[in-house]
């Protein structure tokens, strides 16, 4: 059975674990490189995710399988300049053999859940370029673009 929760302090061993997993994925897609540097917003350290595991304004979920984590996500509620919130998901990810199962899902529906019950007048969540999984996944998860990134490298080595 696919379930999602809050993730403790106890999580955070495994979290690390799959968000080091995360950066390895992405950091060999088109943009990965940049990602790793500009937008991971969860660092992979026990430090930082305890942190982030003890915020108020911020939500780490854990995705299981009969029990075993085999996911997790992360949300922050944003304060915009008009005064409304905006919840932003730096993380989202299920190991491999775990996908196409519903844990994603379980997730992502935690994470919402969290906006909803912040406030927020929205969720964002960042895709790279290629990674068409990922943009589907949150397309049926009702997410739309609403912004394009464009990049232009300028240490003549191409892609970021």
């Known amino acids: 059975?696919?379930?999602?929760?809050?993730?403790?302090?106890a999580d955070i061993p495994r979290i690390l674990e799959?968000?080091?997993?995360?950066?390895?994925?992405?950091r060999g897609l088109r943009g990965?490189?940049?990602?790793?540097?500009?937008?991971r917003r969860v660092d992979p350290s026990a430090?930082?995710?305890r942190t982030l595991v003890e915020r108020d304004g911020a939500c780490v979920a854990v995705g299981t399988i009969d029990g075993?984590?085999?996911?997790?996500?992360?949300?922050?509620?944003?304060?915009?300049?008009?005064?409304?919130?905006l919840g932003v998901i730096g993380d989202l990810y299920v190991e491999?053999?775990?996908?196409?199962?519903?844990?994603?899902?379980c997730i992502a529906e935690h994470l919402l859940a969290h906006c909803r019950q912040a406030g927020c007048r929205g969720i964002d969540a960042l895709a790279?370029?290629?990674?068409?999984?990922?943009?589907?996944?949150?397309?049926?998860?009702?997410?739309?673009?609403?912004?394009?990134?464009?990049h232009k490298d300028l240490r003549g080595g191409g892609t970021p």
């Open 1 to 9: 059975m696919d379930d999602a929760r809050r993730a403790t302090a």
């Open 18 to 26: 799959l968000a080091r997993a995360l950066r390895d994925e992405l």
């Open 32 to 39: 990965g490189e940049l990602w790793e540097t500009r937008e």
């Open 47 to 49: 430090e930082a995710l």
């Open 68 to 85: 075993v984590v085999v996911g997790y996500g992360t949300v922050e509620v944003d304060e915009l300049g008009d005064g409304t919130r």
């Open 96 to 105: 491999p053999g775990a996908r196409a199962v519903g844990v994603g899902e």
């Open 128 to 150: 790279l370029p290629g990674h068409r999984a990922a943009k589907n996944f949150f397309e049926r998860a009702g997410f739309t673009a609403r912004a394009l990134v464009m």
